[in-house]
């Protein structure tokens, strides 16, 4: 419907109005309701008046807008059948142990009301809707890698803290490779750049944090060498032969059955089969390389003792929680048999 406006004040209002009105996306009945309204103002000509009926009007609809906007955003409950009781159960359900969640996230009491609505939101996008599940699902990702990345950081950086990936290159990097477009890096060299590089910077953080412990098994082995019995592989993988067996030694590719101690150079022992109650079957070319080599040196029936330098074994980071960096491990090993049924 056009209306017909004698001064600029009234189009201003009326223009204000409908922006607001449209805005928050009412429903048609109200748009309705509050085009009557201004129409009943404007025919009356209260509107033309006086200017303090604009500030009169923006606190009357900002309030409805609000109410309006409050009872869209929060569903309520209107339990009338089996499929709405059931529906409503089955959402309560799903709540067991979110407090816990929330709170794990950093998400307290003061942000609830923030993510009930963001919830709702989320629930309201159409599957076929594809540009809200787009923009949902980049902020899913956005969310995980802005949330993770001082975790992200250490894991590639060996555990230093004083250093932290670059946010903004990073996500850079991730646009570039969505668009498949201005690569500073081709695509075909990042991950092989990405894995150098890390690991490069990696080992020379972890050098620096156990320059101690590294030196400390490089001597143990450099003394070990020169004891009575002991052999001395090129690649520095050493053992001594404890029993020497009759059977057949095992290939790369074969399975293989052993009980086994292993420990570091100061004796903590970090893995035991005899400990376990049963022998150790594995795939020879599934273990560490210091594993599959020296146990192909051994006849069926023999016992072995193999000290594994670290880039033989776990390599410069070690295993959390049970072999330290830069380790040199100490086997007892005794091969029961190969390829068992």
């Known amino acids: 419907m056009d209306y017909k406006f004698t001064k600029k004040n009234d189009l201003f209002v009326y223009f204000i109005l409908k922006r607001i009105t449209f805005a928050v996306v009412l429903s048609k009945e109200y748009v309705k309701s509050l085009n009557n309204v201004i129409k009943n103002l404007i025919k009356k000509r209260k509107i033309m008046k006086k200017l303090f009926f604009i500030p009169i009007l923006f606190v009357v609809a900002s309030a409805v807008l609000s109410l309006f906007s409050c009872t869209a955003q929060t569903p309520k409950a209107n339990l009338k059948t089996d499929i709405d009781s059931l529906s409503y159960a089955f959402g309560v359900a799903n709540t067991d142990g979110i407090d816990r969640h929330l709170m794990q996230q950093g998400i307290d009491s003061a942000h609830l009301k923030d993510f009930i609505a963001g919830f709702v939101e989320g629930a309201k996008i159409d599957k076929e809707d594809k540009a809200a599940n787009a923009r949902m699902l980049g902020q899913q990702i956005g969310m995980n890698v802005g949330s993770n990345i001082e975790n992200m950081s250490r894991n590639l950086l060996g555990g230093d803290t004083t250093k932290v ?57 450099e003394e070990n060498k020169s004891k009575e019995g002991v052999e001395v592989l090129p690649n520095g993988l050493q053992y001594k032969v404890v029993q020497l067996g009759t059977g057949a030694k095992p290939a790369a590719t074969d399975r293989v059955k052993v009980n086994y101690v292993g420990t570091t150079i100061d004796g903590t022992e970090f893995d035991s089969s005899i400990k376990r109650g049963e022998p150790a079957t594995f795939p020879l070319n599934g273990v560490i390389k210091g594993w599959t080599e020296g146990i192909q040196l051994m006849p069926a029936g023999s016992k072995f003792v193999f000290y594994i330098p670290y880039d033989l074994a776990y390599g410069a980071e070690g295993r959390p929680g049970s072999i330290p960096p830069f380790a040199t491990l100490i086997f007892d090993v005794e091969l029961l048999d190969i390829n068992p049924k």
Not at 185 to 213: D, G, H, M, N
């Open 165 to 221: 990936l670059s946010k903004s290159n990073l996500l850079a990097g991730f646009i570039d490779g969505v668009l498949n477009k201005n690569f500073l890096i081709p695509r075909e060299e990042a991950q092989i750049f990405f894995t150098v590089a890390s690991e490069r910077i990696k080992a020379a953080s972890l050098e620096k944090q156990y320059a101690q412990e590294k030196a400390e098994n490089l001597q143990f082995l």
